[in-house]
């Protein structure tokens, strides 16, 4: 029996590996992890991570041919296959502090993988790492093995939360890179035989190593290029007139462009796309590409703009000053369908209007509350390290509070302001909410998923990103 360990039992490690469970059977996957409440989380009713579908595969497999332990040094001596998982921070201290991908995690699973290896391994770069890391790793597992032979493949995921158990059911592509050597050569087509158990072999495309580090690279680019694009077109549509979604939709038709990814918002957020970026742009300065590196740096600059633009309308709308107000905020997720909150729009939003003193009052149906106390008193990029996974109670903000229903968030708030595109926010009984509401009472739509005529029929001041200005907004100058 093949046997696969994964070291991460993370948003990636544990969905990817309870879909190779399912749908090889006769492997056995082991999950392992440092953090003792995480895999206590895996093996008990509420897993650790929010994703539809993922509960219903985990406990069809888990116990059968899905483990999850913190026997990390026993499950990766037994395998064949060593998936690594682990966090690639972006640095916070030293060289490429603010860039460059922090790869002490990794390389500690690397040593650990060395020290107690007795039988010859493939080694899978799962994380996303910058490119030449495989060079590394193998550096480091040639320079301490006995005898024992590696094959570093870089099988990059492309899931995207909020949908990864149907992304990993049904993958646009899989990606294996690895040497172009014999060896090389049939590490990868042990991988492919893994996936071929239900993905396509047209999709399944192989690369060297170089390729596919970069391809993940660039694709998280890309998709975040999209979205600071059209978010830059959201600005020119509030000064111009134009609606944004009108926009979208008509650039969209254009097959060379396509309709997806051009919903325009308050900006992009997740664990991948700012650390991706960042890292790429820390490449290309590396490589002396400084025009290359300027010209994605600007994406992520955008997307801060944008992020400062929503804060500067809410603010400069109410009069100059949130002080003392309270403000509603519907949605703390990076995305609907997600628990996760790490580099959410929604912190730097709420820490903007906390420097302006307004008091927040936050509902998400799948974030806790010490979650978000934890987010907005953290410093950035912090959270990307295993220490943040610890139980631990956040100093609260007397200016926060955490409610669990979106009608006590909006009551007595003078604006509400959409942060999530949440469905059941498309639903909420906005006439109650205005009723209960101060007045002027505002909406800032901050997802473009409410009807606008509709709020304003019922007296609401309403501002929804790249969309015509209410008249009110337009008398109140935003600057960035
Ligand atoms: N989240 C996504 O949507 C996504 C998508 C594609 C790729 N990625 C990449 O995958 C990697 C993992 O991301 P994630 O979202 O799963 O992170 P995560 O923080 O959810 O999980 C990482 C896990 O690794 C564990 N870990 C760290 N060092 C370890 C060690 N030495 N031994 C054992 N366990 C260790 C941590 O405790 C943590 O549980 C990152 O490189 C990320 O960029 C993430």
């Keep these: 029996m093949v046997k696969i360990c994964c070291i991460g039992a993370g948003y990636v490690g544990g969905p990817t590996m309870a879909v190779i469970a399912l749908k090889c059977p006769k492997i056995e996957v082991a999950v392992v992890d440092i953090s003792v409440s995480r895999i206590a989380a895996w093996n008990g009713d509420q897993l650790p991570i929010y994703e539809p579908g993922l509960e219903d595969v985990v406990t069809q497999c888990r116990g059968r041919n899905l483990f999850f332990s913190t026997d990390i040094e026993k499950h990766v001596a037994e395998a064949d296959i060593v998936f690594v998982s682990v966090n690639t921070p972006t640095k916070t201290q030293g060289l490429g502090a603010g860039k460059a991908a922090d790869l002490t995690y990794w390389e500690s699973a690397a040593r650990m993988i060395a020290n107690v290896s007795n039988s010859n391994k493939i080694v899978v770069e799962k994380s996303t790492v910058p490119v030449k890391t495989a060079e590394a790793i193998e550096k480091i597992l040639t320079h301490n093995s006995r005898e024992i032979k590696y094959q570093i493949l870089s099988n990059p995921e492309f899931l995207a939360e909020g949908t990864a158990i149907q992304d990993l059911f049904n993958p646009d592509r899989v990606l294996i890179g690895g040497r172009e050597t014999p060896e090389g050569q049939k590490a990868i087509q042990a991988l492919k035989d893994v996936y071929a158990h239900w993905v396509p072999e047209d999709r399944i495309i192989t690369t060297n190593l170089w390729s596919a580090e970069l391809s993940k690279l660039a694709a998280n680019a890309f998709l975040a290029q999209r979205i600071s694009s059209v978010n830059a077109m959201s600005a020119l549509c509030e000064a111009t007139g134009a609606d944004v979604t009108q926009v979208s939709h008509a ?24 650390k991706d970026i960042l890292n790429l742009v820390y490449i290309c300065e590396c490589n002396g590409l400084t025009e290359v590196a300027n010209y994605w740096k600007q994406v992520i600059k955008v997307n801060d703009y944008q992020k400062n633009r929503f804060v500067n309308r809410i603010v400069s709308s109410m009069f100059n000053t949130v002080s003392g107000k309270k403000i509603a905020i519907l949605g703390f997720a990076f995305k609907k369908d997600t628990g996760d909150t790490r580099e959410t729009p929604a912190i730097d939003v709420c820490k903007g209007l906390l420097g302006d003193k307004a008091k927040l009052s936050i509902y998400d149906p799948q974030v806790t509350e010490d979650q978000i106390q934890r987010d907005l008193s953290m410093k950035k990029f912090d959270w990307d390290h295993p220490i943040h996974l610890q139980p631990m109670s956040p100093p609260a903000s007397k200016q926060v509070n955490v409610v669990w229903d979106a009608y006590q968030a909006a009551k007595d708030a003078h604006g509400v302001c959409i942060l999530t595109e949440w469905d059941e926010f498309k639903t909420l009984d906005y006439q109650k909410i205005f009723d209960n509401m101060r007045k002027p009472a505002y909406i800032f739509d901050g997802r473009n998923i409410l009807d606008v005529e509709k709020l304003r029929e019922i007296g609401f001041i309403v501002y929804s990103i790249g969309k015509p200005l209410d008249p009110w907004h337009k008398d109140t100058l935003a600057v960035a």
Excluded at 251 to 274: A, E, H, Y
């Design 251 to 274: 650039i969209g038709k254009d097959t060379r462009i396509g309709p997806r990814f051009l919903n325009s918002s308050v900006g992009f957020g997740g664990s991948c796309f700012q």
